[in-house]
T-cell receptor, first 112, second 108 residues
Framework: DAGITQSPRHKVTETGTPVTLRCHQTENHRYMYWYRQDPGHGLRLIHYSYGVKDTDKGEVSDGYSVSRSKTEDFLLTLESATSSQTSVYFC???????????FGEGSRLTVL | GIQVEQSPPDLILQEGANSTLRCNFSDSVNNLQWFHQNPWGQLINLFYIPSGTKQNGRLSATTVATERYSLLYISSSQTTDSGVYFCAVDNYGQNFVFGPGTRLSVLP
């Protein structure tokens, strides 16, 4: 157990509304990631963070922003949600000793 | 960027059968992991195996880094082995790239 919790676990929202997903970790890991998983596309990296206030874009970052003001929290924001952002979102960390990747339980977002 | 392929895309087995899943990658890597996504969507770590061979119960994995592939072996499969198996690699960039997965169905 890598001590990762995601919230909310399920959310239904309407097109055009802002949405924030939270990832919280308890083990002081430096690297945190947001992935989305869609049928036919597997897992794709949205954004990642390598420290407080240090973030970078991944493969599918358009329409998303992130923030990391504390080591333990990594927030993913959809400023104006679209139906194409309906997906399952996974947060992950890499263990600072081994580099092994661990995932949270996922957040299912539906944009109507 | 690095490309990751997995084969076969789908696999149906009878309970008790053995199987081999393959992951090919297009460049040298410093990290490679196998994950199992169960029917409830959880991503479970199976092996962290950038090179060599590891075993954990009925599962084992081998990575031949010089030839850019990894194999996941499942012996005496059980219905609880059903789900999707992902290979993920990191080629020194701190970002893992995932393969498309192998969907395994084990029938009772």
């Amino acid at each position: 157990d890598a001590g990762i919790t995601q919230s909310p676990r399920h959310k239904v929202t309407e097109t055009g509304t802002p949405v924030t997903l939270r990832c919280h970790q308890t083990e002081n890991h430096r690297y945190m990631y947001w992935y989305r998983q869609d049928p036919g596309h597997g897992l794709r990296l949205i954004h990642y963070s390598y420290g407080v206030k240090d973030t970078d874009k991944g493969e599918v970052s358009d329409g998303y922003s992130v923030s990391r003001s504390k080591t333990e929290d990594f927030l993913l924001t959809l400023e104006s949600a679209t139906s194409s952002q309906t997906s399952v979102y996974f947060c992950a960390i890499t263990n600072r000793s081994t580099g092994e990747l661990f995932f949270g339980e996922g957040s299912r977002l539906t944009v109507l | 960027g690095i490309q990751v392929e997995q084969s076969p895309p789908d696999l149906i087995l009878q309970e008790g059968a053995n199987s081999t899943l393959r992951c090919n990658f297009s460049d040298s890597v410093n990290n490679l992991q196998w994950f199992h996504q169960n029917p409830w969507g959880q991503l479970i770590n199976l092996f962290y195996i950038p090179s060599g061979t590891k075993q954990n119960g009925r599962l084992s994995a081998t990575t031949v880094a010089t030839e850019r592939y990894s194999l996941l072996y499942i012996s005496s499969s059980q219905t609880t082995d059903s789900g999707v198996y992902f290979c993920a690699v990191d080629n020194y960039g701190q970002n893992f790239v995932f393969g498309p997965g192998t969907r395994l169905s084990v029938l009772p």
